[in-house]
């Protein structure tokens, strides 16, 4: 069977058995046939059911229920997760989009773009066989399933499963990158005249995002071992956010990492609040597997998870993904396809491949090994200074590093870039950009564990801090 056969036999029935549902003669709660068993009805091979199966998950047909099978799913979506009136009417109109996406239907008259076919002797298509082996799957030149390569979806979905995160394939979107996922993410929950909650210090791109959609943004004090929950009883209780944004493990820019008690109360105050979390986890592939995840407590009811490759693999890559409930993933996707129409799935592909050569495992303990030995130099050298570390749990590229009273950090950065040294004032990092003399975070800078024992960045602090006292 080719290639063009196989994916024209998928439509098909994923048509037919769309169809039933919508007759009635499958029944909402039904448990669909095994994956063999309907292999065998259809006359297809186990691996094309897999994906007809994928694809009315990802259509809102069937649910896939851990170590139970796929039932046919109840029609609607709590309204908590429904798409606002204006992304309705917006998907309502690239319905079309979606066809050429998702292709239910094998006659394809109606298409936007040549038949793979006519790409086969492309010139890309040529290079890329270099580099497939035999029996790999081949080549994809359209535009694919938009919510990202199955292969890899379903890689990510047992990646999340070894961090006790249980999810269907069909609630993982792939993304271009962690910052894509964030976009989704306010474009789908927030509205102008909104207010959330961030780190502070915290990931500064998130601000400039949700500043630039208007949204208001109060910060959550960090502590060395997470959030200041009365800080953050206090900030809910003064602007009543819809979110909190924040990263749990090897936090940007602090290093830190929450505490299993931290990462349960937290939980239990958003619950109370009506409080959506969308925790961001970037370096997740060389922290614990076991370490405390807010969505491994919280299993996606309120928490949205995002991860990336960017970190740990390459940030020219960019590939990231969403994790959510199965009707927001739905939702992300729909908003996805309508603002990027889909990612890359020659990407995609090309870290499928690492992770299922065992390559990209290999590279994570090589990484794992530079981070640990850059992270003790960092604090040797640090502490020959006397400087402050903010926290020494580390795993990840980051440090805290606090500054004495009277030397700015932005000044110093001012003085730093005269001589060709990059550093980041702590500052950039504060959402409200300016803190009490009391807080110990008034002043510092992000360190990379990386670069941080470089002599002339070295030499350059010391004789900060000899003009400083």
């Known amino acids: ?34 994956l063999r068993l309907a292999a065998g009805e259809y006359g297809v091979s186990k691996n094309t059911m897999v994906e007809v199966y994928d694809r009315l998950v990802a259509g809102g047909r069937l649910e896939a229920r851990r170590g139970a099978g796929f039932y046919v799913r109840a029609p609607g979506q709590r309204p908590s997760e429904a798409p606002p009136p204006h992304m309705s009417e917006a998907i309502d109109i690239v319905s079309l989009l979606r066809e050429q996406l ?19 002797d492309s010139e890309l298509g040529r290079h890329l066989r270099l580099r497939t082996g035999k029996g790999d799957l081949p080549v994809e030149h359209g535009y694919g399933d938009p919510v990202g390569y199955a292969p890899l979806r379903a890689q990510i979905g047992l990646m ?5 995160i249980q999810v269907s394939p069909a609630q993982i979107l792939l993304t271009f990158g962690a910052n894509h996922a964030l976009d989704l993410i306010i474009r789908q929950l927030l509205q102008p005249g909104d207010t959330v909650l961030v780190d502070s210090p915290g990931y500064y791109p998130l601000f400039g995002k949700l500043k630039l959609a208007r949204i208001e943004i109060a910060g959550v004090r960090r502590l060395p071992d997470g ?77 949205i998870y995002l991860g990336t490759f960017s970190k740990t693999l390459s940030a020219s890559l960019r590939i990231g993904y969403v994790a959510a409930s199965p009707a927001l993933a739905r939702s992300l996707g729909d908003m996805k396809m309508l603002t990027v129409v889909n990612s890359s799935g020659y990407l995609e592909r090309l870290v499928s491949d690492l992770i299922a050569s065992g390559q990209y495992r290999h590279h994570l303990k090589r990484l794992k090994e530079r981070i640990g030995k850059a992270t003790r130099n960092a604090f040797g050298g640090l ?87």
């Open 1 to 34: 069977m080719d290639e063009q056969t196989d994916s024209n036999r998928t439509g098909a029935i994923v048509a037919r058995i769309s169809r039933m549902i919508d007759e009635g003669l499958l029944q909402p709660g039904r448990r669909m046939a095994s």
């Open 102 to 120: 998702c292709q239910v239907h094998p006659v394809r008259v109606g298409d936007g773009r040549p038949p793979r076919s006519w790409m086969e």
């Open 160 to 164: 999340l499963a070894e961090r006790s």
């Open 227 to 303: 959030p200041d929950l009365d800080d953050l009883a206090t900030q809910i209780a003064r602007h009543r956010p819809k979110v909190f944004f924040t990263q749990s493990l090897a936090h940007n820019p602090t290093g830190g990492s929450i505490a299993l008690p931290i990462a349960h109360r937290l939980l239990q105050i958003a619950a109370q609040h009506d409080l959506t979390i969308v925790e961001d986890d970037p370096f997740a592939d060389v922290m614990p597997a076991s370490a405390p995840r807010l969505a491994a407590l919280d299993q996606l009811e309120r928490v």
């Open 383 to 469: 502490e020959r200074l006397g400087l402050p570390v903010f926290t020494r749990q580390g795993g990840g590229y980051y440090l805290w590093v606090g500054l004495p009273p009277g030397l700015d950090d932005l000044a110093l950065a001012r003085r730093a870039s005269e001589q060709g040294i990059f550093i980041a004032p702590g500052t950039v990092f504060l959402p409200e950009r300016h803190q009490p003399e009391t807080d110990e975070r008034a002043a510092g800078m992000r360190i990379n564990v990386a670069y941080a024992d470089d002599p002339a960045f070295l030499t350059f602090l010391q004789a900060e801090l000899a003009n400083a006292t």
